[in-house]
Every structure is written in C-alpha cells, then in structure tokens.
C-alpha cells in the first residue's frame, strides 16, 4: 500500500506545479508503472500449486464392544494389540512425494488405580513402542506387545505419521484412543487372600501364658 499511496502523492504533486504536459509527467508515469509492476501479486496459494492429500485410517483389536466399556487384561500377562490401516490417497497420489513407509508410535496412560503399590520395575509401568511400516497395495499390519502391570485404568493412544522417501515424518494422523482395565489374575489374588487370612487368624489366636521355671521361685 505505501507504493501505491507513494505513486498517488508524485502524481497529484506533480499535475498541481506543471500544469501543462511535458517531459516531467512522462517520466512520473514511467517510474509509477515501474514501481506498480514491481509489486508481487497477491495470488492466492491454490492459484498456482496443487496440494497432494493422503489420509489413513487405522484398526485396532482387540476393539471394545463399546465406546464406554475397556478392554481387560491381566497384570501378569501381554496384550497383543495389533494395528491394520490402510493409506487414502487424492485425486493425484504421488504427486510431489511418494509414501515409504508408515510409522507408529503406541504410548499408555495409567489413569487410576485400583490396588496396593507394589515395587514395579519402571519398565514395567508405561508403553512408548514405535514402529514403521512399509505398506503393500496401500495397506499395513503390525503388532504390540503391551505390558499393564500396574492395576487399574489405562489409556492407550496411537498415532499414525507418513514418512517419504526423504525420511521426512509428516504428522498425518489419525491418533486413535483405546481404554485397557488391568486385573489382578486370579492365582496372585488366591495367594494374596491367603496370606491375609494366615495373618488375622495369627492376629486372633490367643497369646500362651510365660512359663515360669524352677528357678524363679528361689529368686
């Protein structure tokens, strides 16, 4: 805007002193067209460039039965949570960028808990897994082994990013979230009930008398 502003002052600056038409206006048109063209133009982006799309959607099982229900697991044992996912392309697939590979990251959240804290190994307590993927005819399939060894509630989200034949990761999506209830299985349970039981009736069972020896009465 200021060029433009500029070349409108020289213009009307110029028509009030030099009434009549000479050499001075020639050159101030000149050098406003000059300035004029060298202004870019304020083309929008989809003017002159096409954009490639591609999305993907993923699969996930075990999947609950419904949205508010998890998926249970027991402490002691892997959840084997495999991941399907096929890549959508738009109307012109590989237009600037051809797809590699997928890659797949898997982290879980404990939400709560639900029983005694017990020395956990760290390792043991959260899941940050990736993998990449090559896909075939568009579609991918893989596996994680996730460890819930703590009780109670856990969120496990997946995300999905494109990589390119740079090695350049493009964060595509999706992020998908699943809901996983840790339970303690049932031998541990049987154990932990058993000890308990021991120690109360231990705790109930009276106390014998102390026994005084033949010694003592001549003391």
């Known amino acids: 805007m200021s060029v433009f502003n500029?070349?409108?002052e020289e213009v009307e600056l110029l028509g009030r002193k030099y009434p009549p038409v000479s050499y001075l206006h020639t050159g101030c048109l000149c050098g406003a067209v000059i300035a004029l063209l060298k202004v870019p133009l304020s083309f929008q982006r989809y003017f002159f460039q096409k954009?490639?799309?591609t999305s993907i959607k993923l699969a996930l099982s075990p999947?609950?039965?419904?949205?508010s229900e998890p998926i249970t697991v027991q402490n002691t044992q892997q959840l084997a949570l495999k991941v399907e996912g096929v890549v959508q392309h738009g109307s012109s697939p590989g237009l600037f960028r051809k797809i590699q590979s997928v890659c797949l990251s898997v982290s879980s959240t404990l939400q709560s808990?639900?029983?005694?804290d017990y020395k956990i190994p760290l390792d043991n307590m959260t899941n940050e897994m990736e993998q990449r993927v090559e896909p075939h005819n568009d579609y991918f399939s893989t596996q994680f082994l996730l460890n819930f060894a703590v009780l109670g509630?856990?969120?496990?989200?997946?995300?999905?990013?494109?990589?390119?034949?740079?090695?350049?990761?493009?964060?595509?999506?999706?992020?998908t979230t699943i809901a996983i209830k840790s339970l303690?299985?049932?031998?541990?349970?049987?154990l932990r009930h058993q000890l308990q039981q021991q120690q109360q009736s231990q705790q109930a069972a009276p106390q014998p008398p102390p026994q005084r020896s033949v010694y003592a009465r001549f003391q």
């Open 153 to 175: 509630n856990h969120t496990v989200t997946v995300e999905a990013s494109v990589v390119d034949g740079s090695g350049i990761v493009w964060k595509t999506g999706p992020k």
């Open 6 to 8: 500029h070349v409108l």
């Open 63 to 67: 999947s609950p039965r419904s949205l």
């Open 51 to 53: 954009l490639q799309s």
């Open 113 to 116: 808990k639900t029983g005694q």
């Open 184 to 190: 303690e299985d049932p031998f541990s349970q049987q």
